[in-house]
């Protein structure tokens, strides 16, 4: 298995501000991904986080507005940037590990924009 | 239409009564089904997979897959207060841990001592 530490928990922000989420995984990973869970919605992929270059980015989400960085293969950072009222949501880390392929998740990080 | 959908309930049932948590999909691609379970404030945890069509069963758990239907059932039984949770299924053409999954949206199930 893995363990995922995600911070923050959660957090409320104002409008038009930005927040930085971490990931860190206690073992090897193959794959890391960000999600996003709204209410009464289906989890979402927003990108794939990659090693050393630049994240995929699923249809609907851009760079500019979900900068992702991964700078070595366990841990990983989301921005939320410039947010509005409807960026309010649970993002969740998740990972894929070396040996088994299973897909785990973080406990999210929930974020409120007010 | 949606690729998967499921009932978001909420669904409550006595303890000990026999669950049914259900999804249907419209790709006919999907090879790989999973349900994953999701406790109040917590990220999900997967419960079980299978591939293609058929049963599995863990425990109190039975996984069925019809796909000639688009079909998949979560089966609990014994419901205990601990199977309190959202039960999420998810599904894949190419692998159970990738960038590939659907899910549906979650049924939120409540047991009741």
């Known amino acids: 298995s893995a363990v995922i530490s995600q911070k923050p928990s959660r957090d409320i922000c104002q409008r038009g501000t930005s927040l930085t989420i971490q990931c860190q995984v206690d073992?090897?990973?193959?794959?890391m991904f960000w999600y996003r869970q709204q209410p009464g919605q289906s989890l979402t992929l927003i990108a794939t986080?990659?090693?050393?270059?630049?994240?995929?980015?699923e249809s609907g989400f851009v760079i500019d507005k979900f900068p992702i960085s991964r700078p070595n293969l366990t841990f990983s950072t989301l921005t939320v940037s410039n947010m509005s009222p409807e960026d309010s949501s649970i993002y969740l880390c998740?990972?894929?590990?070396?040996?088994?392929?299973?897909?785990?998740f973080g406990e999210g990080s929930r974020l409120t924009v007010l | 239409q949606k690729e998967v959908e499921q009932d978001p309930g909420p669904l409550s049932v006595p303890e000990g009564a026999i669950v049914s948590l259900n999804c249907t999909y419209s790709?006919?691609?999907?090879?790989?089904f999973m349900w994953y379970r999701q406790y109040s404030r917590k990220g999900p945890e997967l419960l079980m997979y299978?591939?293609?069509?058929g049963n599995k069963e863990d425990g109190r758990f039975t996984a069925q897959v019809d796909k000639s239907s688009k079909y998949i059932s979560l089966f609990i039984r014994d419901s205990q207060p601990s199977d309190s949770a959202t039960y999420l299924c998810?599904?894949?053409?190419?692998?159970?841990?990738?960038?590939?999954?659907?899910f549906g949206t979650g049924t939120r199930l409540t047991i009741i001592p």
């Open positions: 299978t591939y293609s069509s």
């Open positions: 998740s990972v894929t590990t070396v040996n088994t392929g299973e897909l785990f």
């Open positions: 073992s090897q990973v193959t794959m």
């Open positions: 998810a599904m894949s053409e190419v692998g159970f841990g990738n960038e590939k999954l659907t």
């Open positions: 986080a990659n090693q050393g270059s630049e994240a995929t980015y």
């Open positions: 790709n006919s691609a999907f090879q790989y």
